[in-house]
């Protein structure tokens, strides 16, 4: 599988399940936007209920909410989960990446077992077949055996698996800090430029105390 960054205007299909961490799908989108990659968005009838929760978007469940959260941006194409018809379905459509993110256990399952009973779950089944890039990113503690064996399955398939567990070395501020830690990290897996965050380099000095626990000894 080929692992040379994505071209400008390279298209990338993002798929929101049902797990919890939307905040981390819906930034990605805003970067791939604004990096001037043409995103195919989908998402499930649990992400919309998780985007009520987590992110209050009161909007009906359909492609005007998702359009809405983005500004309805001109790179972006919106799909029904059930449109397994559209574009990202078919191999020929020209999509070089799939990220689902977040991606629940359920969706990652059927995606390691080649059952696709949406969308995203046959546009990763594509991303598979074709050797192209697949990136799933779940956000479930602690993982159970059956959930740990379908993430090997899926990296032996050749997908990247890339949990949501967010670094602290940059010194992050706040939940945002955070959520472009991993952001970071799917698009480095994609091979897209960005500044996100400040990489990691080798202290030269000791760092400062910790913003961590202030006042305790």
């Known amino acids: ?28 989108v805003e970067v791939l936007l604004h990096a001037g990659h043409p995103v195919h968005l989908c998402a499930t009838s649990a992400a919309f209920r998780v985007l009520r929760h987590e992110a209050g978007v009161t909007g009906a469940p359909g492609v005007a909410t998702l359009g809405a959260l983005f500004g309805d941006h001109p790179l972006l194409r919106l799909h029904d989960a059930a449109a397994v018809d559209a574009a990202p379905a078919s191999g020929s459509a020209g999509v070089t990446a799939t990220v689902v993110c977040p991606c629940s256990m359920g969706t990652l399952a059927r995606i390691a077992h080649g059952f696709s009973s ?4 046959r546009a990763a089944d594509v991303a598979l077949k074709e050797r192209r890039r697949l990136v799933v990113v779940p956000r479930e503690t602690p993982l159970g055996e059956v959930h740990l064996e379908n993430m090997l399955k899926l990296r032996r398939l050749g997908a990247e698996v890339l949990p949501a567990m967010p670094g602290f070395y940059h010194r992050p501020q706040t939940i945002a800090d955070l959520i472009d830690f991993v952001v970071a990290k799917v698009l480095d897996v994609l091979g897209v430029e ?12 000791p760092p400062p105390a910790s913003p961590f626990h202030e006042g305790e000894e």
């Open 118 to 121: 949406n969308l995203i779950e």
């Open 1 to 28: 599988m080929s692992r040379t960054g994505l071209q400008p205007g390279t298209a990338v299909t993002v798929g929101f399940s049902g797990g919890s961490g939307i905040g981390y799908g819906t930034r990605l």
């Open 194 to 205: 960005h500044a996100l965050v400040r990489r990691w380099q080798t202290p030269a000095e």
